[in-house]
């Protein structure tokens, strides 16, 4: 009688439990009291951003945190980038998910309209005019490019590719308003490389002796097949898009760190990171090939093929040798600005000067560079203003020190 008692106890706990555990197994996520819920979702302080007509403000709206399905996205870790492979796009970005024009004069707003319902804006871009804005939006397993009518705030799907925004600026304005500049992915690639589980060979790396201090950096480079899966995901088309949706291809495919127009829109600066790859140093230190593009996308000019940089001496203010820091001066037609390092990089050295501006003028080849200044720090940035003003700031970081100079170009 006692065991019959205790078997029928046990069995009636027994199917309590699996019972018990088929109920928490229904309920999935568990919501917080409402006060608790209200405090994590409210919204977060807006990102603003102003016209260059200084007519208008855009008021960009922020999620509060990440959705679970944004959280559970595939991740890919190549080259120091963190890759989402579903959208082609980077992962762990923080997007807008709503924006808002308002009048600055009248102070009235509109929402801007004709986004899908569920996307998510990663890039935002004023006209130069200040009549449009291109947006960059998270569609689904794509991103793309939208242009919005700042008059009316309706926003259309310009083109149907996906663009590549995984590295570098994915858009550019031309500075008539009426085009950009864009990177997309690549036609016809196919499917993602698969990994062979039995490899072909060793990996093979050697020191050759040479003394080359060196950080360490998260997420590189660790295969060949890291190799194919960074020029599948990071391979892109630059194209020229008018905002009618008509495009024309640029150049060949690549991965293209930047394809900037010039502020007259006659040329194109390209930069095209290429291999050797490196699997101890990121992205940005990789080896990377400096062009000027006419407008066609015709080579007018190769500035330099930077090398491999797998041993810049350690420090914050450690660069590359050579020119360095390529960009357009923005006050005029055509000309290019760059920064050369005088102390070969290395912070350490006793020098009196540590970088020189140098400008390039048209037609670039056999062109001499004009040299604008030398500084006594590392160059950090410069600032065009007009003909007669630029601004250039130079740093020293451990001691923590910023000077800027008023460069009359």
Known sequence: MHNIKYHFVKNILISTIIIFSFLLADEGYKMPPKAIADLVDAPVTPSVSISPDKKNILILERASLPSIEELSQPELRLAGIRINPATNGRSRTNNYVGIIIQNINSGKEKRVKGLPKSGKISTVSWSPNGKQIALAVINGNQINLYLTEVKSGKAKLLIKRPLNTIYGTPFYWLNDSKGLLIKTVVDNRGDAPKKIEIPKGPILQENLGKVSPARTYQDLLTSPYDEDLFDYYMTAQV???????????????????????????????????????????????????????????????????????????????????????????????????????????????????????????????????????????????????????????????????????????
Do not use: C
């Open 239 to 409: 194209f020229h898009v008018s905002i009618k949706g008509k495009m024309k291809k640029i150049g060949k495919p690549g991965v293209i760190r930047k394809a900037e127009p010039s502020p007259n829109g006659k040329y194109i600066l390209l930069e095209t990171i290429h291999r050797p790859y490196s699997y101890l140093v990121p992205i940005y230190r990789f080896p990377n090939l400096v062009q000027v593009l006419d407008s066609k996308g015709n080579i007018i000019h190769t500035i330099r093929d930077m090398p491999l940089a797998e041993s810049i001496p350690i420090g914050r203010d450690a660069v590359i040798s050579g020119p360095r820091s390529f960009g357009w001066r923005s006050d005029v037609g055509s000309i290019i600005y760059y920064v050369n390092a005088l102390d070969e990089g290395n912070p350490s050295a006793d020098v009196p000067y540590r970088d020189e501006l140098f400008s390039l003028s048209p037609p670039f080849k056999n062109t001499e560079p004009e040299s604008l200044i030398k500084l006594e720090l590392r160059y950090s940035g410069v600032k065009w203003g007009d003909n007669n003003t630029a601004l250039v700031s130079a740093r020293k970081w451990t001691e923590r020190r910023t000077t800027m100079w008023h460069l009359n170009p």
